[in-house]
């Protein structure tokens, strides 16, 4: 059968009316589980300039950023309907500074059930939205993008 003629794919948060659901992992192994995932603040160079000079009106912006993504993936179940509570293991949030970007990093891991991605997302979204935040005073141009998962593993 060709790929336009295929059934699509049943959605797992879907029950079989139609009705959201959490989907149900308790058959499935505990496994080592680790996600990252990255996001983008686009600005002017000499923000990043001001960042790296410690001269923003709100602090150490870096610091903040980086504790607010930590936080940001420990609360995901809170913050994104349906995704189950995991008990992460690790997060870490890490910061490249560009000519006119600030790329973050955000590694997540667990031993679960269910994958990890979603907090990976949750810390580097979060992240970048308290870049932006603490940067927004001086720079009206800013922009996120590019968030998306990298990798995704699990043993």
């Known amino acids: 059968m060709s790929a336009s003629r295929r059934k699509p794919a049943a959605f797992s948060h879907l029950d079989p009316a139609g009705h959201a659901r959490m989907v149900d992992v308790g058959a499935k192994p505990v496994q ?11 600005c ?30 420990k609360r995901t179940a809170e913050l994104i309907p349906l995704c189950h509570p995991l008990p992460l293991e690790r997060v870490a949030v890490e910061f490249t500074l560009r000519l006119a970007a600030i790329d973050v990093v955000c590694t997540a891991q667990t031993s679960a ?8 997302l949750t810390g580097a979204s979060l992240a970048a939205l308290t870049l932006y935040d603490m940067c927004k005073a001086v720079d009206k141009t800013m922009r996120i993008e590019g968030v998306h998962v990298v990798e995704k593993v699990k043993a």
């Open 32 to 42: 080592q589980r680790r996600a990252v995932a990255a996001a983008r603040l686009v």
């Open 113 to 120: 059930k269910t994958g990890v991605e979603m907090e990976a």
């Open 44 to 73: 002017q160079p000499a923000t990043i300039r001001a960042l790296r000079a410690k001269a923003l009106p709100k602090g150490d912006v870096l610091t903040v950023a980086q504790i607010a993504g930590i936080q940001a993936a």
